[in-house]
């Protein structure tokens, strides 16, 4: 069974940093691009951003460019988004979701969704 596990949310201040992990078990991560997405209360999920299986390609959404940065270690099966300048907006529930080889510009594309790590930002 395919199965990934966020981790490594919380309770932060604005201007402070996070590293969310997303741990795959059941089946290698080699051969998937990774991709994290979140939502806010009251809000549609949105794409953040993800990583290919190779690590060649990583996009991001425009609202967290230059602050959060994504990455992967395939020899702990593990995906990590470094989240750094956290504004109040970011809170949500962040979800990680993989995709075979690429990162499809669709989510409905993602499968193996996890079960989600709630980042809140605020003084």
């Known amino acids: 069974q395919l199965q990934l596990v966020e981790s490594g949310g919380g309770l932060v201040q604005p201007g402070g940093s996070l590293r969310l992990s997303c741990a795959a078990s059941?089946?290698?991560?080699?051969?998937?691009?990774i991709g994290w997405f979140r939502q806010a209360p009251g809000k549609e999920r949105e794409g953040v951003s993800c990583?290919?299986?190779?690590?060649?390609?990583?996009n991001y959404a425009d609202s967290v460019k230059g602050r959060f940065t994504i990455s992967r270690d395939n020899a702990k099966n593990t995906v990590y988004l470094q989240m750094n300048s956290l504004k109040p907006e970011d809170t949500a529930v962040y979800y990680c979701?993989?995709?075979?080889?690429?990162?499809?510009?669709?989510?409905?594309?993602?499968?193996?969704w996890g079960q989600g790590t709630q980042v809140t930002v605020s003084s």
């Open positions: 990583i290919s299986r190779r690590s060649s390609i990583t």
């Open positions: 979701a993989a995709h075979y080889d690429y990162c499809s510009v669709r989510e409905a594309d993602f499968g193996s």
């Open positions: 059941g089946f290698s991560l080699d051969y998937y691009a």
